[in-house]
């Protein structure tokens, strides 16, 4: 039963990984990070990224401008672009290794150790992407809910408020380590058996080696 499952395991976890992915580097490019509604003109709506902050007007559009220098931005923001890299790269090396270690792939039917190890490490590549995803939106979110509730700041200060890019990167790295975990449990299952077709082809060269003993 194990090995019939196997290839739907895989193939989900492939495609749960590719969603994540997307979804990952999608999150890094968005400049919804950080949202902010100025109370005196509401038509107006402040959103920061990582690379560039925005003003949305609802007559003229979105105007964008990117940050000048990398040292200026805030802590958070610095890290996470280096671990949204990150993910996005490790996402990639892992999908590309996991792709050709698949049991569908006819490559390398031979050598099938190699595959599963192969397997085995772009699972694990994909996992970590996942976690690299999760932690820099949930440290923007943290420091994001330490200002808003900030007693230091004056009450007439505007606070920023979660961004929609937070919950795709939430999604981006469920779904990364969901794909990442599912990779891995394929390798749980039971060892690959020859297919009956070599089985016959076996025994057919085997009755005909004895043909040929018994023959005077």
Not at 5 to 29: A, E, N, R
Not at 144 to 162: A, G, H, M
């Amino acid at each position: 039963m194990a090995l019939v499952y196997q290839p739907m395991m895989q193939l989900s976890g492939i495609l749960f990984s590719l969603l994540g992915w997307v979804l990952s580097c999608l999150t890094t490019y968005l400049p919804q990070w950080k949202n902010l509604n100025l109370e005196l003109n509401e038509l107006e709506i402040w959103t920061m990224g990582l690379w560039q902050a925005c003003v949305v007007q609802e007559e003229g559009g979105m105007q964008c401008k990117d940050f000048d220098s990398f040292l200026a931005l805030p802590p958070e923001l610095r890290i996470s672009r280096i671990l949204m890299f990150f993910s996005n790269g490790s996402g990639l090396l892992g999908l590309l290794l996991s792709g050709f270690g698949l049991d569908c792939w006819k490559i390398g039917e031979r050598q099938q150790e190699q595959k599963k190890r192969l397997l085995l490490f772009g699972g694990i590549l994909v996992w970590i992407s996942g976690i690299t995803a999760i932690v820099p939106v949930s440290w923007v979110a943290h420091s994001t809910v330490q200002e808003f509730w900030d007693e230091n700041i004056p009450d007439i200060v505007p606070r920023w408020d979660f961004g929609e890019a937070l919950f795709v990167g939430w999604l981006a790295g469920f779904c990364l380590i969901l794909g990442g975990s599912l990779l891995n449990c394929t390798m749980c299952s039971t060892e690959v058996h020859p297919s009956p077709v070599h089985y016959a082809v076996a025994e057919q060269d085997h009755c005909q080696c004895l043909e040929t003993e018994t023959r005077p």
